[in-house]
């Protein structure tokens, strides 16, 4: 009997996967990976294959969208698939369990760390006031969502942090910048109108998290924007409502001037 | 020089900690724990310590909100503090991480799985469109509150997910039942009446979230409110708007009826 494990990879290097991810993908047969829904900057898949000791298979986007291969290998072996962050956060992987459980293959789920509690702990800002998150696409040819304009607009109106995923294009090698995304941000502002964001928005960035020195920076929109970030995956969080403890966490552990404390 | 190692244990068992975890607590002078924020039903201090091979000195609330044991020790040695979930996510361990700072303590956090993503993983729902998360507490005398039904009634108007959290109270060794949440949520609508949640309210309860054999079920509020869910610590999904892919996934992944499918 064949069955699918979707192992979480965690978010930084090899060594972010628990202990039991580790045992499960020892004792598979055959490892896929893809590195399309979200990356490991910190590591190789070389490195990934010498902590496991197996190989492992990478799938593009297309042979992952596709399942096939997936679906017969599991069909009669017992197959991981590796997934950076929790395995089980793109749309791709729940269809791949659906497909997996229509063919009677046995699923299982070992969850790793994912950006969407990670940066919030990081940045010292309460989990429990993040509203929905929001992600900004790369612009293409008339295609410039202003989507997550309306998200932050929303969560702001209700006092809510508001975290920010920035577009990976795999393909090309290409991780959106925070000063990018906050480039991005002020375009929608041009576009829309309605004082959502503007250069003195307070911003807070977060490269490389999960790493021995994650970069954590907060400060006014119009700062952030000239600064670079360096290497690693980048994201943003724009608060809402402050608590005196956590402008205090900015300011302390990110940098952000001490006026923000005042102005709570 | 000493040094402050915030480490995840993740979600239910000794083995959910990273590598990465597993390594910088072996590397500590001194390691302490606390239970009572969030708690592994999975495993026991015993064989956390058998794991990480070093004894571990279990803080109760008052300890730990006191900090100072934690600070004296952290001032010349290298201390790992384990936390279930993500070592981050209460305030707790961000004024502590603050006043180390204050202390020039040097600091780190190695992260851990969080049940604000492995939940919303696990059910099959989009991450994405979950709002702001609820917890429930236990009533007290005089203590009632119904936030949590705000939160719930703000999110479904914006057609978004609820996760909620369920209380827990580590001195009597109470973990909130995933039918006594339901209970006292029908009591909050009793309270306020403003057809926020019914009898026929589709809910998604999860418990025993990290584990091997986790459970899942969807369906009405009125059939899972007399169901158990056993053993380990439960939580709430109350779904705003289903995509068809949400749908199927409650249907074939934690038994909601068929019906759903056909409501979208």
Partial sequence: MGEL??????LFDEKDISVNGLEAARECDVLFAEFYTAKLTGTTVGKIENLIGKNITVLDREKMEKQDIIIETASNKKVGVLVAGDPMAATTHLALR??????????RIIHGTSIIASAPALSGLHIYKFGKTASIPYPRENYFPTSPYEILKENLKNELHTLILLDIDEKEEKYMRANEALKLLLEMEKERKEKVVSNKTLVCVLGSVGSKIPKLRAGYLKDLSKE???EG?????IPGKLHFM????????????????EEI
Avoid: Q, S
Avoid at 247 to 257: H, K, R, S, W, Y
């Fill in 246 to 261: 956590e402008a205090e966490a900015l300011v302390e552990l990110a940098g952000a001037p001490r006026g923000i404390i």
């Fill in 5 to 10: 494990i979707f192992i979480g990879l965690g």
């Fill in 233 to 237: 995956l980048h994201c943003l969080i």
């Fill in 98 to 107: 659906l497909r997996a459980k229509e063919n009677r293959i046995k699923t």
């Fill in 228 to 230: 670079d970030f360096g």
